[in-house]
Nanobody, 125 residues
């Protein structure tokens, strides 16, 4: 059974940093992409960043480019999202998601089959 578990959320002041972790289990090999998504109250689900199974290819939403960095440690089956220069508008529940048969990296949530439970990130002004 595939499981994704996020951690690292919390409360931080604007301009601060947080690092989210997503630990994956149940996959046969490392050939799966991981995406980070977020949803704020009353807003649409938004793709934030994604990374290929090899860790070589990454993609970022314009809203976080230059502030967030995605990385992976395949030995630990973990993907990280380093979030710097946080803004109040980054406040949301952050989810990681996985997909084994992703031909092209994408932040379209419907492309991902497996989802974690989410971790809350709150940025105060």
């Amino acid at each position: 059974e595939v499981q994704l578990v996020e951690s690292g959320g919390g409360l931080v002041q604007a301009g601060g940093s947080l690092r989210l972790s997503c630990v994956a289990s149940g996959f046969i090999d490392d050939d799966y992409a991981i995406g980070w998504f977020r949803q704020a109250p009353g807003k649409e689900h938004e793709g934030v960043s994604c990374i290929s199974g090899s860790g070589v290819n990454t993609y970022y939403a314009d809203s976080v480019k230059g502030r967030f960095t995605i990385s992976s440690d395949n030995a630990k089956n973990t993907v990280y999202l380093q979030m710097n220069s946080l803004k109040p508008e980054d406040t949301a529940v952050y989810y990681c998601a996985a997909e084994e048969d992703l031909a092209t990296l994408t932040l379209q949530s419907y492309e991902y089959d497996y989802w974690g439970q989410g971790t809350q990130v709150t940025v105060s002004s």
